[in-house]
Nanobody
Framework: VQLQASGGGLVQPGGSLRLSCAAS????????????IGWFRQAPGKEREGTSC???????GYADSVKDRFTISRDNAKNTVYLQMNRLKPEDTAVYYC?????????????WGQGTLVTVSS
C-alpha cells in the first residue's frame, strides 16, 4: 500500500488549503471501505500530533486544535481522502502526513505517506 499526500504550500493566515491523500497498491476495489485514514502533522521541534481521522464507515474525529476549521472527507471511487483546512493560523505550519490502518487508532506500524509541507505565514 502506498499513500501519496499532496496539496501543501504557502498560505497567508486566514487562508485555506486542501490536502489530498491518494491510496494505491492494494488488492481490494475500494480501499477506503476497509481502512481508516488519519491526518497527522509535525511542526519543527515538536512531536507529531493527530489532527483528524475518518473511519471505514465514515465516522470522523478531530483534534480540538483544528475542530471547526478542518474537515476530513473521502472519495471512495478515487481512493482519496481530503483535508480541507480553513482559517489557517501560523501554528498550523507543519509537515502533514496521512496514514492508513484498520481503525483510527493509528500508529507507526500502519501505512504512512511521505508528507506535504504547509506553511502559514504573511
Amino acid at each position: 500500500v502506498q499513500l501519496q499526500a499532496s496539496g501543501g504550500g504557502l498560505v497567508q493566515p486566514g487562508g485555506s488549503l486542501r490536502l489530498s491523500c491518494a491510496a494505491s497498491g492494494f488488492s481490494v476495489e475500494y480501499f477506503l471501505d476497509y481502512y481508516a485514514i488519519g491526518w497527522f502533522r509535525q511542526a519543527p521541534g515538536k512531536e507529531r500530533e493527530g489532527t483528524s481521522c475518518i473511519s471505514p464507515v465514515g465516522n470522523t474525529g478531530y483534534a480540538d486544535s483544528v475542530k471547526d476549521r478542518f474537515t476530513i472527507s473521502r472519495d471512495n471511487a478515487k481512493n482519496t481522502v481530503y483535508l480541507q483546512m480553513n482559517r489557517l493560523k501560523p501554528e498550523d505550519t507543519a509537515v502533514y502526513y496521512c496514514a492508513a490502518g484498520s481503525s483510527c487508532n493509528l500508529n507507526e506500524n500502519d501505512y504512512w505517506g511521505q508528507g506535504t509541507l504547509v506553511t502559514v505565514s504573511s
